[in-house]
């Protein structure tokens, strides 16, 4: 028992490290542009770089899981980025900026599949969910990471000096969660050992699967990136709101999310994956459509609030059913739905952005209500 507890310790570790890497450099950005002598267009393609990374090389992560075990992959990578990270500030212009960037994306990816699978491997000892918990503990490093960064910026610190003082933390952090992470179970060294990518793409009910878990992670991800990418220009524009208001409809949505995961495993464990997740959705969409219909400023908070209670456990259930997919490697199965999902985070926003044009952003905004159905839709492809 002692083993599995100081095991679930380190994968919480690498959640909270994988949740503070990138987020600590975010507040930083507006710094590296003055910097740099960047416009804000060539900042924002430098920034592309990140993700971009993932969409390239995040399915890679599968094979390397299942060569050297997900413990020892979100680890080792896990302290790569962390060194990476401070030297982001000293990129010396545009192309190394972006290139450093795209490495920290690389290793962001990678350690989102193995900590996920490790995740997993760490549940099975437990016999119970809590998967929902070390998401939780992502999202609270997130913010901390955020918050630090903002206070950082505000008071003048040196941008190498915050971004140096974080890695060390994050370094010693990973290197000590190495230690006690656990081999991979017998289930997950059995599948591990099985048919790689290529069979599986051959195998219609796994692609069917993986698919529709991928759905369900893109609709859900619309839901949540609503509130970052759209919630502030919404109450500005649409409704009027200052600067302030506008802002907490993305913090209203990350707290309760957050609660949301913290108590998530108690309820799935009672009543099943795929009730909560539909139940979750529905109640999503059902605030976010009548926060819309309402157009106060205040139902927009409310409603964002309620959305990311709703929605706060369908990743993590989607990362656990994306490692049981039947014949498929448990890291292949999270790369590659963290894959699928990461192409429709690209399309969503736009989309969104569009109608806005040509409307309003209210307008595209009822997309998101939309979304949420389909993710309630959806939930049954979390059904072990």
Do not use: K
């Amino acid at each position: 028992m002692l083993v599995d507890r100081r095991a679930r310790g380190a994968v919480m570790a690498l959640f909270a490290v994988n949740g503070a890497t990138y987020n600590s450099l975010v507040p930083r950005f507006p710094a590296l542009r003055d910097g740099l002598g960047l416009s804000n267009a060539e900042l924002g393609t430098a920034i592309a770089a990140f993700p971009a990374a993932a969409l390239v090389f995040g399915v890679l992560a599968g094979p390397l899981i299942a060569r050297f075990g997900s413990g020892r992959v979100a680890a080792a990578v896990s302290l790569l980025g962390a060194v990476l990270l401070p030297l982001v500030a000293l990129a010396p212009g545009w192309w190394a900026l972006a290139a450093a960037l795209f490495v920290l994306g690389l290793t962001d990816a990678w350690t989102d599949a193995g900590m996920n699978a490790q995740g997993l491997v760490v549940q099975d000892r437990y016999g119970r969910s809590i998967i929902n918990g070390l998401h939780a503990t992502w999202s609270v490093a997130a913010v901390g990471a955020g918050l630090l960064g903002a206070g950082a910026a505000g008071l003048g610190v040196p941008i190498g000096w915050h971004l140096g003082a974080v890695a060390v933390v994050l370094v010693v952090t990973s290197a000590v969660a190495w230690v006690f992470t656990v081999p991979d179970s017998a289930g997950h060294v059995d599948a591990a050992a099985g048919v790689g990518m290529r069979s599986v793409l051959r195998s219609r009910p796994a692609v069917l699967g993986l698919l529709a878990i991928a759905g369900l992670m893109v609709c859900s991800g619309a839901v949540e990136d609503s509130s970052a990418s759209w919630g502030a220009v919404y109450l500005r524009d649409d409704l009027g709101a200052g600067a302030f208001v506008a802002g907490l409809p993305f913090v209203a949505f990350q707290v309760f999310m957050t609660a949301g995961r913290l108590g998530g495993d108690r309820v799935v464990d009672r009543f099943g994956a795929v009730r909560i997740a539909r139940f979750g959705a529905l109640v999503a969409a059902v605030a976010l459509a009548v926060a819309l219909l309402v157009a106060h400023p205040v139902a927009a908070v409310a409603g964002w609030a309620v959305a990311g209670l709703g929605v706060a456990t369908l990743f993590p259930l989607a990362f656990a059913a994306a490692g049981t997919v039947p014949g498929v490697r448990p890291g292949d199965g999270i790369a590659v739905v963290g894959f699928l999902a990461r192409l429709g985070f690209l399309v969503t926003p736009p989309v969104i952005g569009a109608i806005a044009d040509v409307s309003s952003v209210g307008t595209g905004l009822l997309l998101v209500p939309v979304a949420a159905l389909g993710a309630a839709v959806l939930a049954r492809s979390l059904r072990a």
